[in-house]
């Protein structure tokens, strides 16, 4: 199943928006995401697609 830990992402060095961030989705599950314009839904979505964005990263990434 999909785990990722302790992500963390800035836009600019030292001003992190997303802060030890851990999720699991079950295998099967669908995940719905709504907010505010400029929430960071998009963000968070780039964050679970690793190769298209730079992370900090604690523990990572398990598939």
Do not use: C, N
């Amino acid at each position: 199943m999909p785990t990722a830990s302790e992500i963390g992402f800035a836009y600019t060095s030292g001003k992190p928006v997303i802060t030890d961030l851990s999720l699991t989705i079950r295998p099967g599950k669908k995940v719905g995401l709504f907010g505010l314009s400029g929430a960071g839904k998009t963000t968070l979505v780039s964050l679970l697609r690793p190769s298209s964005i730079d992370l900090s990263v604690g523990k990572g990434f398990d598939k």
